[in-house]
Nanobody
Framework: QVRLVESGGGSVQGGGSLRLSCAVS????????VAWFRQAPGDEREGVAA????????YYDDSVKGRFTISHGKEKNTVDLQMKNLKPEDTALYYC??????????????????????????WGQGTQVTVSS
């Protein structure tokens, strides 16, 4: 079983930057995609970014393209989310997820499904990001 632990959240002013890290441990041999999601109070959980662990292909929600970057972390078995030019609307609890169960690359609507929270079975506990105006 895969275990996920997020770190790096905090409070910043608008325009600032934060780097989140997701430590992936346990049975990682079958891990294909790791994704970051976020959930603000009263909102649905939404996909932010995903990375194909073996190949490095990345996927982003339109709301963060050009501002967020998902990558293999500097530490072994970590996946980082570098967030720049943060906006108040980025305020949320950020989760990383693994154990993707959706269709493979090339499937219809793959780019949407890889950022759908219902396609993932394993979740971390979340880390809070707060952006003030």
């Amino acid at each position: 079983q895969v275990r996920l632990v997020e770190s790096g959240g905090g409070s910043v002013q608008g325009g600032g930057s934060l780097r989140l890290s997701c430590a992936v441990s346990g049975n990682t041999e079958t891990t294909t995609y790791v994704a970051w999601f976020r959930q603000a109070p009263g909102d649905e959980r939404e996909g932010v970014a995903a990375i194909y662990i073996s190949g490095g292909d990345t996927y982003y929600d339109d709301s963060v393209k050009g501002r967020f970057t998902i990558s293999h972390g500097k530490e072994k078995n970590t996946v980082d989310l570098q967030m720049k030019n943060l906006k108040p609307e980025d305020t949320a609890l950020y989760y990383c997820a693994a154990d993707y169960t959706g269709p493979s690359l090339g499937a219809y609507y793959f780019d949407v499904l890889v950022l759908n929270p219902h396609q993932y079975n394993t979740w971390g506990q979340g880390t809070q990001v707060t952006v003030s105006s």
